[in-house]
């Protein structure tokens, strides 16, 4: 499987491996990604557990569900819009 990374999650693979590997304490990793501890740590056990591949976000390329109308919906907002708008004049 091809993975495909934003440069902020090869940074945060980075940092993780270096908390891994001892190099670096969770405590300042927090500090340098600004997040907390206890993201930090479940962070280490995704990369532990699954590699790089569990630093990527399962979010990517899914549409988001509170963005969606459907067309009946969005008549109805415009429509209420252009009501509105026209009490306020």
Known sequence: ???SMSPKELNRVDVIRDISERRLRQKDAAELL???RRHIQR??????????AGLVSLRRGKRL??????PLSFDMTRRL???L????E
Request: charged share 5%.
């Open 43 to 52: 962070l280490v056990n995704q990369y532990r557990g699954q590699g790089p």
């Open 34 to 36: 600004k997040l907390s």
């Open 81 to 83: 819009g252009s009501y």
């Open 65 to 70: 569900c509170c963005n969606t109308l459907s």
């Open 85 to 88: 708008a026209s009490q306020v």
């Open 1 to 3: 499987m091809l993975l």
